[in-house]
T-cell receptor
């Protein structure tokens, strides 16, 4: 079946690195995404990675993909209080004409001063 | 340029009523997707429209329907509202297939009493 799993909570100190992990089950996934949601707001695309890549870096963000283990991680360097939010992992499942995004339940990141 | 606009932001309806939510995508974006977000189920895909045609559909009952107009604006309708329909409804747009990610609106918070 299709499933994306994330740990629900992560707490870090300001200035430390945060690592948010995600596992997925659909081997037909072509793209994987990280989105951020702040209270009362919609989802903001942070970054995405194509399934034939194993790493992507974008400023403070590093995405690692282990396709064999179906494991995706998001590392935020020098975490700031403004990074406190819920982070969602999503996979794009392309099964014929039934293309859709499958989402994890989100990891709530708390950054302590 | 303007982002994805959803109206209204908040809505309170009575069980049994129907509701229509509106989404205006980013100018030039032809794909519009709808999601239901609840604390227990997370983000669930409702449907996707592209050039006025429904391209994909999630596993929701027929009470949930949508449409897209020639200017790419989209509406979703829920008839015979149930208490369990209370959720944040999110609309997302992309230029074409969304492989590089979607831009989300801030959502419509629907409360059914």
């Amino acid at each position: 079946g299709e499933d994306v799993e994330q740990s629900l909570f992560l707490s870090v100190r300001e200035g430390d690195s945060s690592v948010i992990n995600c596992t997925y089950t659909d081997s037909s996934s072509t793209y994987l995404y990280w989105y951020k949601q702040e209270p009362g707001a919609g989802l903001q695309l942070l970054t995405y990675i194509f399934s034939n890549m194993d790493m992507k870096q974008d400023q403070r963000l590093t995405v690692l993909l282990n396709k064999k283990d179906k494991h995706l991680s998001l590392r935020i360097a020098d975490t700031q209080t403004g990074d406190s939010a819920i982070y969602f992992c999503a996979e794009r499942a392309d099964a014929g004409n039934n293309r859709k995004l499958i989402w994890g339940l989100g990891t709530s990141l708390a950054v302590n001063p | 340029k303007a982002g994805v606009t959803q109206t209204p932001r908040y809505l309170i309806k009575t069980r049994g009523q129907q509701v229509t939510l509106s989404c205006s995508p980013i100018s030039g974006h032809r794909s519009v997707s709808w999601y239901q977000q609840t604390p227990g189920q997370g983000l669930q895909f409702l449907f996707e429209y592209f050039s006025e045609t429904q391209r994909n559909k999630g596993n929701f009952p027929g009470r949930f329907s949508g449409r897209q107009f020639s200017n790419s604006r989209s509406e979703m309708n829920v008839s015979t509202l149930e208490l369990g329909d209370s959720a944040l409804y999110l609309c997302a747009s992309s230029p074409t297939g969304g492989q590089y990610g979607y831009t989300f609106g801030s959502g419509t918070r629907l409360t059914v009493v």
